[in-house]
């Protein structure tokens, strides 16, 4: 049910161009990017809102699905839009690959693979593919960053994520080996079942599940130095 939640209203749009593109041939492609805004504006927070519901059956604290779900969806929903935006404006830059009127536009990834030949194109993909690998590992991490410390300001979050992405290595690859695995099933595969079935909510409920320990280890301690701060200001 939570990956319904996070699924339809942001990738439907998409789903639905991507089948009337293979069953016509002059559909523009530029077309495909507009139906994205969606995902653009509602996926993070949808995934940030999916792991704090995930996070409080770990805790048992909760019990239902659909008020706990849009209750995280409002409380993170800035944030994460912000977060949201910044990941499709990189994604666009790297990937994108359109035709409109006489203006064509090729992302810097993509120019770099069509240009293996060239020794400054292997340099530049193997930067950006050390870069993306980077920002993979910190992504992992940014939403349980957002769920468990909510009450700190963005750029704090982000620096958070970015110490814990590399103070637990291990686990955040095998986090990031999670989100890839589901990545390669649902896209390079073809499966858009497996994307309305279980492609998004069941990484997320992975990755709650094999750091709850770690991060509640943290939070708890957080919160026990802000009660003692309470406790000597009181």
């Known amino acids: 049910m939570l ?3 996070i699924v339809v209203p942001a990738l439907l749009p998409f789903l639905i161009y991507s089948y009337i593109a293979q069953s016509k041939e002059n559909v523009e492609n530029w077309i495909g990017f507009l139906t994205l805004l969606p995902a653009a504006i509602y996926m993070f927070p949808a995934i940030v809102a999916t792991t704090e519901v995930f996070k409080l059956y770990e805790e048992n604290a909760t019990k ?34 359109f035709k409109f009127n006489n203006f064509q ?16 194109s292997l340099f530049g993909l193997a930067i950006t593919i050390s870069f993306l ?24 979050q982000f620096k958070l994520a970015f110490i814990m992405a590399f103070r637990k290595i291990g686990l955040t690859i095998i986090m990031a080996l999670i989100v890839l695995g589901f990545a390669f099933v649902c896209i390079f595969l073809n499966l858009q079942i497996v994307i309305f079935i279980f492609g998004i909510s069941l990484p997320i409920f992975l990755i ?21 701060k309470n406790d000597k200001i009181v």
């Open 64 to 97: 239902g699905v659909f008020k706990e779900f849009f209750k995280a969806l409002f409380r993170n929903f800035f944030k994460s839009l912000l977060i949201s935006i910044v990941l499709f404006l990189i994604l666009f830059i790297l990937l994108a690959d």
């Open 133 to 156: 690998m980077i920002g993979l590992f910190v992504l992992c991490h940014m939403p349980l960053i957002l769920v468990y410390f909510d009450g700190i300001s963005l750029w704090q």
């Open 105 to 120: 536009f090729l992302g810097v990834l993509l120019y770099f693979i069509n240009n293996l030949t060239d020794i400054y």
């Open 208 to 228: 709650v599940k094999i750091t709850f320990k770690e991060y509640i280890k943290i939070y708890r301690k957080v919160e026990n130095k802000e009660n003692e």
């Open 3 to 5: 990956n319904l939640l």
